[in-house]
Nanobody
Framework: QLVESGGGSVQSGGSLRLSCTTS????????VSWFRQAPGKGREGVAC????????RYADSVKGRFTVTKDDAKNTVYLQMNSLKPEDTASYYC?????????????????????WGQGTQVTVSS
């Protein structure tokens, strides 16, 4: 019920916007998080949005470069990624939860979410 899109290959300093489109979910009271996982590395929480109060949280590694927003009309959450670096290269996943996840938990990427997307690849070349 979550579909990510918008991944691709860019050069260092470039931008991409990832989309997480929901099906059958109205984003009124959900926590939607973006995670990433690079080959050989663990999952990292990147950004989070609580759709009821618009609280956001970002990993220190992306703060100031990434922005998470939502479009209610499109039932979509976006991750705008600017000033991309080679170390941002990873598979990016969105996850949505209505059962109690909060953005303050972003640093604990192993917590369960109700729904996960299939992932989209982001590759940043130097």
């Amino acid at each position: 019920q979550l579909v990510e899109s918008g991944g691709g290959s860019v050069q260092s300093g470039g931008s991409l916007r990832l989309s997480c489109t929901t099906s059958g979910i109205v984003l009124d009271d959900w926590t939607v998080s973006w995670f990433r996982q690079a080959p050989g590395k663990g999952r990292e929480g990147v950004a989070c949005l609580q759709t009821n109060d618009m609280v956001t949280r970002y990993a220190d590694s992306v703060k100031g470069r990434f922005t998470v927003t939502k479009d209610d009309a499109k039932n979509t959450v976006y991750l705008q990624m600017n000033s991309l670096k080679p170390e941002d290269t990873a598979s990016y996943y969105c996850a949505a939860d209505r059962g109690g996840r909060i953005c303050a938990e972003l640093r604990v990427p192993t917590l369960p979410y109700d729904y996960w997307g299939q992932g989209t690849q982001v590759t940043v070349s130097s």
